[in-house]
Structure formats: C-alpha cells, structure tokens
C-alpha cells in the first residue's frame, strides 16, 4: 500500500511537471476588464476562453476598481505579460499606470483592442495612436479624421462631426481589405458575420494603421453611412504590435457575435500577430464564407467525431456545418487509405444507428459512394428493403461495386 502511494505521488509530481512545462510555453496574456457600458462580464471570460483554447495563451482576467473609485490601486505589472487584452471602457487609469502600458507598447508589448475598448480615454493620445480609431467620448474633428472605403477606394476625411455610432444589431457581410497580411492570409474575401453592432463613423489619429477588413453600414439598418467601416485594424507604435476588431458584442454566454466563427478565428489569429508578428495557425475549415454565418457552440473548432455523431441528427432546415466538415474530412485524406476505412468505419457505425435520420442516412450514402470500400457494402445491402432508401443505396452499391 505504500509502494502504491509512493508511485501516486510520484505520477502526480510528474503530472504537475508537464502541465506547468506545457503552460510555460504559451504566452502569458493579461486580460482587463471591470467597468464598460457592455456586459464585461460576459465578454471577458468568453476573450479569456477563445484564446486559451488555441494553446498559445495562458490567460488571466484582472478587473478594474468600480467607477468612481480609487483607481490608483489599479496598477498592474504588464512587463509580466507578452499580451494584454483590452475589454474596458470607464474611469481614466492613473497616470503612472498609463505610463507603464505606453511604456510596455512601445518596448514591443501585443496589445488586442475588442469592441468597446476604442470608445475609450478619448483624452490619452497615446491610447488614441494605439487603436488608431475610436469613437464616442465626445469624440469629433479634433481627434482626428474619419478612416473609411468608399468605391472600393480608401479615403481619410477631415470633416467635422462626431465620432461613433452603430444601427441596430443584424448580421452583415465583412470584406478582407489586406489578403497578404498575416491575420487574413488565407481567409476568404468575404464572410457574413453573425448578428452584432456594426461600429461606424470612428475617427482618429489613424498613424502606422492597416485596415484588413471593412463591413457596409447599410443605412437600412438605422445610423449607417452608406460606406464601408473598418472592423479589422492592425497598428504598430514604437517596436508594440496592436490588433484592433470592432466586432463581439456580448450577451449572456456570448451571444451571436462572440460565438461566430469569423470573430473567433480573426481574434486568435490577431492576437498571435500581436504577441510575435507572424500567424502560425491555419484557417480552419469552419471559417465562414459569404453563404452564410458560421456559429460554434462552445467557442471550439468541431472534432470529426462530433461532426459525424451530430450528423446522425441532421435536420436539413439546420446548418450544414457538420456536412461540411466531413466533407472537407475526406477530401483532406485523399490517398490516405487507413485514414479513409478510419472515417468509413465512423461513418458506417452512424448509418446503421437506430436514433439515425433517414435525412442524415441519405446524406451518408452518398458520401459513401464515392470515397468508400469494400466495407460499406454489407451495411448498404441492408438497406435496400427500406423504402425511403432503396434508391440511395442501389445507387450507393452500383458506385462502390464498379470501384
């Protein structure tokens, strides 16, 4: 019984070693949040979440005093962190802590600014050259010009008016301005995001600013401007590296935006950008396109084997996503042949179950008839003397058997 003991703790002390060696290795992220005119406490866990989940961030969430207090107290170590998260929009910080994070920036600190972020210290120029727009805070042509597209055509305009406005919140269609940028290299020209509020009308100083992606503010939708706003910004000051997304407006648990697929990937891979200039992660295949809006549930990219048992489902006024990613699947295996009877044997175990829709079993026939084997025959046979299916299969089996 000692001997069992010992050995326990000595797996433990093993255990131990190898999550803080694996938590050692990602990048420590300072997230702050604590007051805002959004729901912070919504938001931040969901930030803290999204970007641990890509294992190359170790996040934790530090909160501000509650308006009106002391914020001296608010004085936090950013030369621990190689990331810091902005989710605050409220109180000025003193001016010793505001200091330190230009000082943190300028000595090549990542910084993400998320959504309400750049409503914020309309007064602080520096904070204004980091997020290179902002809005609301009293905000106007002092603060600098409105940056938009207009015909496909850049324009900086230094007319006066206020800066900050947003219609109601709907869905709408962002379009990749930089394609050869890091953060959007790979990602499609455009993408329909889900349901948020489409900033608008930000203005600034607009220094070493990049804008990757724009959406349309459709007037339609109440405060548009008839032209295409940024939502994606990349900034640099001093050797610091900022990624700036309008985008995420929170709800309960998330809500449309922060669960949409494009937010999600976009902020992954503009925080690596600002944490060490490059993007290492690859675009994943859940990436929207312009057909529609991509949502994940649990802020994760899909695993094949929950695309295949959630297919067993599969209603067809439903999102397609889990069909998606199968088929994205198998052609990722071409010429893979354990890879493939793998997924075949996945595949065949959903067709036969019993809580399997017949919607769902016609869509795995057919699949099955181009990528499948010698395998799938037996279970397809069966499925000849059910009528809804007798001609999926047939044709399924007339497929495979002149393979």
């Not at 990602?26 to 919504?42: C, P």
């Not at 970007?51 to 001296?72: A, N, Q, R, V, W």
């Not at 170590?77 to 943190?104: C, H, M, P, Q, R």
């Amino acid at each position: 019984m000692k001997k069992q003991y010992l050995l326990f703790i000595v797996l433990a002390g093993l255990l131990t070693f190898f999550c803080a060696c694996k938590n050692e290795t990602a990048y420590k992220t300072l997230i702050i949040t604590g007051q805002n005119n959004h729901n912070w406490k919504a938001s931040s866990p969901v930030l803290k979440q999204i970007l641990d989940e890509t294992g190359l961030f170790s996040s934790e969430i530090i909160t501000t005093p509650d308006k009106g207090g002391d914020m001296k107290a608010f004085n936090p170590d950013f030369s621990k962190y190689k990331l810091v998260v902005i989710d605050y929009n409220g109180d000025s910080w003193s001016d010793k802590t505001n200091n330190a994070f230009v000082e943190y920036v300028r000595n090549g600190g990542g910084v993400v600014l998320y959504h309400a972020a750049d409503n914020s210290f309309p007064s602080w120029k520096e904070y204004n050259e980091m997020s290179g727009l902002g809005g609301w805070g009293d905000r106007n042509q002092k603060d600098g010009p409105y940056v938009y597209y207009k015909n496909n055509q850049l324009v900086t305009d230094t007319s006066a008016g206020n800066g900050g406005s947003h219609g109601k919140r709907r869905e709408f269609l962002v379009r990749t301005r930089i394609t050869d940028h890091p953060i959007t290299r790979g990602l499609p020209e455009a993408w329909l995001h889900g349901t948020d509020e489409l900033y608008s009308q930000l203005r600034g100083p607009a220094k070493n600013m990049q804008i990757l992606a724009t959406a349309f503010a459709d007037s339609a939708a109440g405060g548009g401007t008839m032209r295409d706003e940024p939502m994606l910004m990349a900034i640099t000051f001093g050797k610091g590296r900022i990624f700036h997304t309008t985008m995420g407006h929170a709800d309960e648990g998330g809500g449309p935006s922060m669960h949409c697929a494009g937010f999600i990937i976009t902020l992954q891979r503009g925080a690596e950008w600002a944490t060490t200039g490059e993007v290492t992660q690859k675009v994943p295949w859940d990436f929207p396109s312009s057909a529609g809006v991509v949502l994940r549930s649990d802020f994760k990219e899909l695993t094949l084997e929950e695309a295949i048992t959630n297919i067993g489902s599969y209603d067809i006024v439903k999102s397609t996503k889990n069909l998606s990613y199968l088929q994205n699947k198998i052609r990722s295996l071409a010429g893979d042949e354990q890879g493939l009877l793998k997924l075949e044997k996945m595949m065949v175990k959903v067709l036969t179950g019993k809580e399997t829709t017949i919607e769902a079993k016609k869509l795995l026939l057919r699949e099955l008839s181009w990528m499948g084997s010698d395998y799938s025959v037996p279970a397809i046979k069966a499925l000849e003397s059910d009528a809804e299916l007798k001609d999926e299969a047939e044709f399924a089996l007339s497929r495979l058997q002149t393979k």
